[in-house]
């Protein structure tokens, strides 16, 4: 039970921010803004569609980065992180605090890109994709950013959340970078590129497009290096919590 006060007091520090707002209301944008754009550019649909989630993909490690320094920060204001430091059992905040983050990524990522997909169906008329595909793709682009989750929670806690965004803009510039022939034989190994190459094997496979022998090997790897990679991260950020002193507010 103690788990779960801690999840809701983190729920209640954040409504006293605007950053619930924000986190909703950002995607409610995009959503606009695509169809908006789409609805006049002449650009084939499947198009149309890849290129909004890639968008999407970029822009999550940046994202997930300002909402991570967000929340530890409001921690800190609200009592510099005593809270966390005096609970008997130390791993418990830490864990609020990814359950968290977690928690409101899903749901604005399924905001974001099922709501796109309902506009394109509904509103543009564009039946290229149903609905289940767009719900697929939101998962895919979640599960392959929960490392990113946890690794910017823990790099807010010791460092602050200047670090922790500018860490998330050089995950975006990579994710690009690595959608490219640049990334071939590398982007397995970059957390940050997974969401991008997982969401562009989906649209292979969805549209019965075939790979070669050498992409099909390096997705078997990324997917293997995802999973065992948010597992340890976990394990190790338990670990280096339970060890952690916190920090001085001065030093964001």
């Not at 990814?98 to 399924?110: D, E, P």
């Not at 807010?156 to 959608?179: C, H, N, R, Y």
């Not at 992409?215 to 991260?233: G, Q």
Request: aromatic share 14%; proline share 2%.
């Amino acid at each position: 039970m103690n788990f779960f006060r801690f999840v809701k007091s983190d729920f209640i520090k954040l409504k006293r921010t605007n950053m619930l707002l924000i986190h909703f209301l950002a995607p409610a944008v995009g959503i606009a803004v695509f169809l908006g754009y789409y609805e006049y550019s002449s650009v084939n649909p499947i198009s149309k569609v890849s290129n909004f989630l890639m968008v999407a993909a970029f822009i999550f490690p940046v994202l997930i980065s300002v909402i991570c320094s967000m929340v530890v920060d409001q921690e800190a204001l609200a009592g510099n992180f005593q809270q966390m430091l005096n609970c008997e059992i130390k791993p418990l905040p830490f864990f609020s605090k990814l359950v968290v983050v977690n928690l409101m990524g899903v749901i604005a990522v399924l905001f974001l890109i099922c709501g796109f997909g309902l506009g394109f169906i509904h509103i543009l008329n564009k039946t290229t994709f149903g609905l289940s595909y767009y719900l697929c793709t939101a998962l895919i682009l979640f599960s392959s950013s929960i490392f990113i989750y946890i690794l910017h929670i823990i790099i807010s806690l010791k460092f602050g959340g200047i670090q922790s965004i500018s860490v998330g803009a050089a995950e975006g510039l990579l994710s690009v970078l690595f959608d490219t022939g640049l990334g071939d034989g590398r982007w397995q190994f970059v957390p940050c590129t997974w969401g991008t190459r997982f969401l562009s094997a989906f649209n292979k496979f969805m549209l019965k497009e075939t790979s070669s022998s050498k992409n099909i090997s390096e997705l078997h790897l990324a997917i293997l290096l995802c999973i065992t990679s948010t597992i340890a991260i976990i394990v190790l950020g338990t670990i280096w919590f339970n060890h952690w002193e916190g920090r001085k507010i001065e030093s964001n």
